[in-house]
């Protein structure tokens, strides 16, 4: 009989935090710039220089501990971890072992039975970011960028509570959506400013002990993050039927081959030879300050989700979807209070905003059209000013450049032709210049009428009322 498993999968999730300045000095934390350029003695690890702490880094690594529901810990204090890496300046890292800002949370996921399943967080901690290496594809050589060294981060370190790539990723989803809506961070993958690396072990069905577990990175996607766990767990299994030890070690990832290969073997506490920093006071976190942190927590997505179908009407679905970033989330609300139409503000929001946004390629907070021009427009529709085909036209505009639609329908001459005579003209024209279209639609084809819709927009460019076109030809063909 064939062995089961069950996979223990543990995260650890390092954020960058969206401050302007480093964690210990004054530099930018800005993406990008020339190689370099963003740095000073304190990022580069010069001889005598001396760190600052950046208050925010504190506020936002607080204010994740909340919404994770963790235990601030209010006097905390940074160690050094000591390794030998060209991309880390000092010879060694400014992190929290002993006393990290927050511990003992958990976040709630959706499993794949579609039941609720609590992940536990064992702490969260602030330390500062190493710098990048860059190898060269051609020859022997490794250039280093430090502009990334110094900025602020988060590790947030869960418990080995998941047991698929699936629930790992519902995790991450999680942990991601509460961080954006704090504005703690933009949480990039593909900018580096969100990365997990993978804690994975592999033990026999009913076993209670864990087995031994391997740590997977380079995982800058969601998906490299599944491919790399499931690899793993098939890697472990089959070790572990031929009768061979699973190493533990740190394995690198290679999504492009979809393989891993081993770096360096893992590395415990008392190898980093953790020690207290002595430039860098410990850390009070007053009941106060907690208190206006708290309160200055945002509404997320589940409450969200829940007021949007109890206060607007929406269906689930809806909901879901407009709350998918704080930043949609706003923007719909706001033009379903002016127009006080949010089924249509939904509709508006859901397709030609998100298409447009998917087609341009950009982030929902660079949405440049404002609330008041949406509401304005649903409310040209439902007078009748404009008919969809020119809403979309206009609202194509109004995306690029925010302009008005009334003015700009006026100046452009796209209001809804709703003249009696002049539709009854253009319909008699199409009749005339379409005979078999009008015996068709005589002999029953009644697919012919929209055809003889379509020819009446058309000379009309699109801006004639339909339904009066409709009714002057149900009229005319009945003669």
């Given amino acids: 009989m064939s062995k089961e498993f069950e996979t223990v999968i543990g995260l650890e999730v390092h954020v960058e935090l969206a401050t302007k300045t480093k964690i210990f000095c004054g530099c930018t934390t800005a993406f990008g710039g020339a190689p370099n350029a963003h740095t000073c003695p304190v990022c580069t690890g010069m001889p ?38 060209p991309d880390n300046p000092q010879n060694y890292q400014i992190s929290q072992l002993y006393l990290p800002v927050c511990k003992n949370g958990s976040v709630e996921i959706e499993t794949e039975a579609g039941g609720r399943k609590r992940i536990g967080i064992h702490e969260i901690h602030m330390e500062e970011d190493a710098g990048k290496l860059v190898h060269e594809e051609l020859g022997n050589s490794s250039i280093i960028d430090f502009n990334r060294s110094g900025v602020p981060l988060i590790e947030i370190v869960s418990k080995p509570d998941m047991r698929s790539a699936k629930e790992a990723i519902a995790f991450l989803e999680k942990l991601r ?47 490299a993050i599944a491919r790399a766990a499931e690899h793993e767990r098939n890697r472990q299994i089959d070790l572990i039927l031929s009768g061979q030890p699973v190493v533990q070690e740190t394995r690198r990832w290679d999504d492009a081959k979809g393989n891993s290969y081993s770096m360096r073997s893992k590395e415990d506490a008392k190898d980093y030879r953790y020690f207290p920093d002595p430039d860098l006071p410990p850390v009070h976190i007053s009941d106060a300050w907690i208190a ?34 704080r930043e949609l989330a706003d923007f719909f609300e706001e033009t379903a209070k002016i127009s006080g139409k949010p ?31 949406l509401a304005k427009m649903i409310d040209l529709i439902d007078d009748g000013a404009v008919n969809g085909a020119v809403a979309k036209e206009v609202f194509a505009v109004m995306f690029e450049e925010d302009v008005d639609p009334g003015e700009y329908v006026r100046e452009h001459g796209l209001a809804v032709i709703g003249d009696a005579d002049v539709l009854r003209e253009t319909v008699m024209r199409a009749l005339e210049g379409n005979p078999k279209a009008v015996e068709d639609y005589r002999n029953g084809k009644k697919k012919a009428m929209g055809f003889l819709v379509g020819q009446t927009m058309k000379e009309l460019k699109g801006k004639a009322d339909p339904g009066m076109v409709n009714e002057i030809l149900r009229e005319l063909l009945s003669e």
């Fill in 292 to 325: 206006d942190i708290r309160k200055r927590q945002p509404e997320f997505r589940e409450e969200k989700v829940r007021r949007f179908q109890e206060e607007y009407g929406l269906p689930l679905y809806d909901a879901k979807v407009l709350t998918e970033t």
């Fill in 343 to 373: 089924k249509k503000a939904s509709n508006w929001v859901m397709g030609e905003t998100m298409r447009l946004l998917r087609e341009s390629g950009r982030e929902p907070g660079r949405i440049g059209l404002s609330p008041g021009r």
């Fill in 177 to 223: 959506l509460l961080i954006q809506y704090l504005g703690a961070s933009d949480c990039k993958l593909q900018e580096g400013s969100m990365r997990a690396d993978v804690n994975l072990s592999v033990r026999e069905a009913g076993q209670t002990e864990f087995g031994t577990r391997t740590e997977m990175k380079n995982l800058n996607s969601f998906k």
């Fill in 48 to 85: 005598g220089s001396l760190p600052v702490l950046n208050r925010q880094a504190v506020e936002y690594a607080v204010a994740v501990g909340l919404a994770a529901g963790c235990e601030i810990t209010k006097d905390c204090k940074f160690d050094r971890k000591n390794y030998f890496y």
